[in-house]
C-alpha cells in the first residue's frame, strides 16, 4: 500500500441527534447515566499503554449534586510526569515515520466508535461530570469531537499533497516532519472535544504527547483515552496524567525535548507556561511551539435596524448555554436606545421560562456551574454589582451551592461601559448590558474594540448593510471568530475555525488546517539529477 497517494474527500459534520421523548437515542443515555451514577470509577494513569495506580488519590464529583463522588483519581508525582515524558520519546520512533495515511486511519476509527458504540457513554460521562445539559454534551462531545477527528484527515491530506514545483533537472520535495520532542497538552473542563482535539491534532501529524487532563472533567477524558486504545493507538502515543497541574506543568516544561504546548485554559495559565518556556530557552533542543487558546469576552453588539427578539434571543442563548462556561460565551452587550425597551421585555421574559436544575431532567437550560471556586468567583460579581450605585439587575442575581453549584441566569445593565463586568471574563451565566444612544454608533463600536482585553469572539446585529461594513472595519481584530445576525459561539469543525488573539490566545484556528501546520516542522529536499563537475561559470570564460 505504500505506493498509493491518497487523499481524504471533504467530510459532513456528524449529524445532531434530537435526544426528544422516545428517542432511541434519549434512553440510551438514560441507561449509561444509570450506570454511571451506580458506580464510583478508579481512574488511573495510562503511560506507554500500562495502567500507573499511585494511591494518592483525588475525588471527582457531580457538580449538580457535589455530594456524589464519580470517580477516585490517581495523581501523577514527578517520577510519573517524567516516565510519562520517557514513554512519549519511545514511542515517537515508530510513530513518526508510520505511514499518515496509518495514522489517520487510527483516528477515523476512534471517530467512529465514539459516533456509535461509545455515544451515550460519552454524553453521560460529559453531563455528570461538567454539568452539561443532553444537548450541550451532544454537540461537544460527540459531533464536535467526531468532526475534530475526521476533519483532521482531510486538513492533513491537503497539507501533504501541497508541494513545490521541480526544475527540469532537479526533484523539489517538502517533508512534513513531526516536531523533535514531546508535546504537552493542557486541557480545560469545558469541552471534551477540545481535550480531544489538543492530544489528536499533534499525534496525527506524527508527533507524540504528554496529557494534563482537567481534573473537573476526568470521566469524560479517560473514556476518550480508552477509547484511542481500542481504535489502535500505539502505547505512548498519548499519555494520559492526571494530577496537579503545577507539578506536571513544571516538570513538563523545564524538560529539554518539550517540542510544543497545546493550550486551552485560562489567560493567567498560559501566561505563566510562555514565562515557563522563556526560562528554559537554553535548555530545550528546539524552540517550543505554543498553541493556545484562552479566555473571552464575547459581545453581541446590535445597530438600530436589527431585530429586537433576534438580539434578545444570541443574548440568552450565547450567555447562559452551559452556564456561559465558554471561552466564546456572550458576556456582553451593546443595544441602542431605540431598541432598549423591546430587548429588555424579550430577554427578561425568556430568562423567566428557563429552567435549572441537574442534567437527569432533560427540560432543564440550565445546570451547575462546575465547582465551588467558580461558583464563589462569579457571585462576588454578582454581590459587586448589586452594591454599585452604576449597575443594577434586570434578572437572576441569586445563587444556591447547599446540593450543587447553581447560579440563576442574570442580568445586569450598567451605565458605565468599563464597569467590572463589561471587561472581565466572569466564567459564568451573567451578561451585561450598555445601553448607547443611537446617533452614537461609531462611538459605541469603538468602546466595544477597547473595553476587553480579550478578542475571541463577537456578533452583530444589523438589517443595514453599511451598518455591517462599517461594524465589520472598526471591529476587525476585537474578535477571531465574528457573527453576523447569529450569536456569538457555536463554531463548527470545517466550517468556522476557531480562535482568537489579543489576550485570547494565538489564533492557531483549531478545525482547520492551521493548527495542524503548527504541529510539523517542514523540510525541504532538492535531488540534482545530474551534479556539476567544475566550478567555473560561463561567465568566467575569455
Known amino acids: 500500500m505504500n505506493n498509493i497517494v491518497f487523499g481524504f474527500e471533504v467530510p459532513a459534520n456528524e449529524p445532531v441527534k434530537s435526544y426528544a421523548p422516545g428517542s432511541e437515542e434519549r434512553e440510551a443515555v438514560r441507561r449509561e447515566l444509570a450506570a454511571l451514577e451506580n458506580r464510583v470509577e478508579e481512574i488511573p494513569l495510562v503511560i506507554g499503554g500500562r495502567e500507573v495506580r499511585t494511591g494518592r488519590m483525588a475525588e471527582a464529583r457531580n457538580p449538580c449534586r457535589h455530594a456524589q463522588v464519580l470517580a477516585r483519581v490517581h495523581q501523577a508525582g514527578e517520577a510519573e510526569v517524567e516516565a510519562a515524558i520517557a514513554a512519549a520519546r519511545a514511542a515517537k520512533r515508530e510513530w513518526e515515520t508510520m505511514s499518515w495515511v496509518e495514522r489517520a486511519s487510527i483516528t477515523l476509527k476512534a471517530a467512529d466508535l465514539l459516533a456509535t458504540k461509545y455515544r451515550a457513554r460519552m454524553l453521560a460521562a460529559t453531563m455528570l461530570g461538567q454539568g452539561k445539559s443532553v444537548y450541550q454534551a451532544e454537540i461537544d462531545a460527540a459531533c464536535e469531537t467526531v468532526d475534530y477527528l475526521r476533519y483532521n484527515a482531510y486538513f492533513a491530506s491537503g497539507i501533504y499533497a501541497d508541494q513545490p514545483r521541480s526544475g527540469f533537472d532537479q526533484l523539489n520535495r517538502l517533508e512534513y516532519r513531526p516536531l523533535e520532542g514531546f508535546v504537552f497538552a493542557v486541557s480545560p473542563f469545558n469541552f471534551t472535544a477540545i481535550a480531544s482535539n489538543l492530544n489528536m491534532a499533534p499525534a496525527l501529524m506524527g508527533n507524540t504527547t504528554v496529557w494534563k487532563p482537567a481534573s473537573t472533567s476526568i470521566l469524560s477524558s479517560y473514556l476518550l483515552m480508552q477509547i484511542y486504545r481500542e481504535a489502535g493507538l500505539p502505547d505512548g502515543v498519548v499519555n494520559f496524567v492526571p494530577g496537579s497541574g503545577a507539578l506536571v506543568g513544571r516538570v513538563a516544561m523545564a524538560h529539554r525535548e518539550l517540542a510544543g504546548l497545546h493550550f486551552t485554559g485560562s489567560n493567567r495559565t498560559l501566561n505563566q507556561l510562555w514565562r515557563a518556556v522563556a526560562g528554559n530557552l537554553e535548555r530545550y533542543r528546539a524552540y517550543p511551539r505554543i498553541v493556545g487558546e484562552t479566555g ?3 459581545f453581541v453588539f446590535a445597530h438600530r435596524s436589527a ?27 451593546y ?3 431605540s431598541l432598549w425597551p423591546a430587548v429588555e421585555a424579550a430577554v427578561v421574559g425568556m430568562i423567566g421560562r428557563i429552567r435549572m436544575g441537574g442534567t437527569g431532567d432533560f427540560r432543564n437550560f440550565m445546570n451547575a456551574v462546575i465547582d465551588e471556586a467558580s461558583f464563589d468567583g462569579i457571585m462576588g460579581y454578582i454581590d459587586r454589582a448589586k452594591a454599585s450605585p452604576s449597575a443594577r439587575l434586570l434578572a437572576g442575581g441569586r445563587g444556591d451551592k447547599s446540593a450543587g453549584y447553581f447560579i440563576e441566569p442574570t442580568i445586569i445593565l450598567t451605565s458605565d461601559p468599563h464597569f467590572e463586568t463589561m471587561e472581565e471574563e466572569i466564567f459564568g451565566p451573567v451578561v451585561t448590558l450598555y445601553v448607547y444612544e443611537d446617533e452614537d454608533f461609531a462611538a459605541a463600536l469603538e468602546l466595544c474594540d477597547t473595553t476587553s482585553p480579550y478578542a475571541l469572539t463577537g456578533a ?3 438589517r443595514d448593510r453599511y451598518a455591517f461594513v462599517e461594524a465589520c472595519r472598526a471591529l476587525r481584530h476585537a474578535a477571531g471568530n465574528f457573527y453576523l445576525n447569529d450569536k456569538p459561539t457555536g463554531a463548527m469543525v470545517g466550517l468556522q475555525p476557531f480562535g482568537g488573539a489579543r489576550a485570547s490566545g494565538t489564533n492557531d484556528k483549531a478545525g482547520g488546517p492551521l493548527n495542524l501546520l503548527r504541529w510539523v516542522s517542514p523540510r525541504t529536499i532538492k535531488e540534482t539529477f545530474v551534479p556539476a563537475t567544475s566550478f567555473e561559470y560561463p561567465f568566467m570564460a575569455e
Do not use: H, N
Request: charged share 20%.
Open 296 to 298: 473571552g469576552k464575547g
Open 307 to 333: 431585530d429586537p427578539l433576534e438580539v434578545a434571543t444570541a443574548i440568552v442563548r450565547g450567555g447562559f448555554e452551559y452556564q456561559g462556561q465558554k471561552c466564546s460565551a456572550a458576556s456582553r452587550a
Open 335 to 337: 443595544i441602542p436606545r
Open 460 to 462: 452583530v446585529f444589523s
